[in-house]
């Protein structure tokens, strides 16, 4: 399941679980490339539980989005991460040095509080 939501004129959320259809990634995609078209300087919440890989379709139906997906990142400043798994929050984090004006910080599920504190203040 990929579900998008904008709960705030500046920030979307990203739920992502378990295996993702190349079905899915397209609506998912489509729904986040939309909703994020008039955001500016935006926040992101990525919530990420009992993560698959996708299949081979989900992975062409990205690929072929990726410069769109690549143009949206300037309209965010900030991303926290919440995941069950510890390496989903180190891949995230790494992500996020690696990506200069885009800072990514990494969350246990438990801490979503705190996640939505930093989002709003920069600090958890």
């Known amino acids: ?3 998008i939501t904008k709960p ?13 259809s190349a079905d ?3 609506k998912g995609l489509d729904d986040l490339l939309e909703q994020s078209q008039d955001v500016n300087k935006g ?18 139906v990205e690929m072929a989005r990726l410069p769109k ?10 991303c926290a991460v919440l995941s069950d798994a ?4 180190t891949a ?5 040095a690696l990506i200069p004006g885009f800072d990514i910080k990494a969350f ?3 801490e979503r509080d705190a996640a939505e504190a930093w989002l709003k203040t920069g600090m958890a």
């Open 108 to 110: 246990d599920l438990t």
């Open 92 to 96: 995230a984090e790494i992500e996020g």
């Open 1 to 3: 399941m990929l579900t």
């Open 43 to 60: 926040k992101m919440l990525y919530s990420i539980t009992s993560f698959a890989f996708p299949d081979l379709g989900a992975i062409a």
């Open 8 to 20: 705030e004129e500046n920030r979307v959320d990203i739920d992502l679980s378990g295996k993702i």
């Open 69 to 78: 997906l690549f143009g949206l990142l300037g309209r965010f400043d900030r």
């Open 86 to 89: 510890a390496w989903l929050r």
């Open 24 to 26: 899915e990634m397209a």
